[in-house]
């Protein structure tokens, strides 16, 4: 049986090309497992479910090796299970040196295990450069005023006079934070440092 492995980062990532690469290989669509998240580790969903049908004999495609996972030392023992343990050729379409149908003799063997350490050390080694990019840009950014989180709702200052009037059921707590133009919660958060500062 033919398998699928589709992964993005992310939800709003798009997973067309990926797709399109495995409908070229007529893998049947209810046999392509997609994920959806980082490839930090492989705590996913949909790679777990394709562990759990994944038989001796079968072959699983992976369009590169970054699909798979970005963290090195998982990838190789990733490899190990689906090649060794459970006996699945595995196919990465953008690598043909990683192709367990050919070279099973000991060359061949040294020559795969040796390209996807290569591969794998790159995986890891630029998810820690787009980590660092990142840090460096929100650094970069906060030098330059750029304020990240939700905005800090300061109370008006009659917010005392409308708890006041919220303590003696003048005014609903829904009222006084439309008032103040915050979330109920905000109300309630607002209320505990009033109070904590009394």
């Known amino acids: 049986m033919e398998y699928g492995y589709v ?26 497992y997609v994920d959806k998240q980082s490839g930090k580790d492989f705590n996913r969903p949909r790679y777990k479910d394709l562990l759990k ?45 990683l192709d367990t149908r050919v070279g099973k003799d000991l060359m061949g063997t040294f020559i795969a295990d040796l390209v996807l350490q290569v591969l794998s050390f790159v995986a890891q080694n630029e998810r820690e450069n787009i980590k660092k990019r990142q840090e460096e840009g929100i650094k970069a950014a906060k030098l330059n005023g750029v304020e990240f989180g939700r905005p800090v709702i300061v109370p008006p200052e009659n917010f005392p006079h409308l708890v006041r009037d919220w303590e003696n059921g003048k005014i609903s707590a829904h009222k006084v934070a439309e008032d103040c133009n915050m979330s109920i919660a905000t109300f309630y958060r607002r209320l505990r440092e009033l109070r904590s500062a009394k």
């Open 53 to 97: 049908v994944l038989k001796k004999g079968d072959l699983l495609y992976i369009k590169s090796i970054d699909r798979l996972g970005r963290n090195y030392k998982e990838i190789i023992d990733q490899w190990r299970l689906l090649t060794k343990e459970m006996e699945v050729d595995v196919v990465v379409i953008d690598m043909p040196l």
């Open 7 to 32: 992964r993005v980062s992310a939800i709003d990532q798009n997973i067309a090309r990926q797709m399109l690469e495995m409908k070229s290989l007529n893998i049947h669509k209810k046999r392509i």
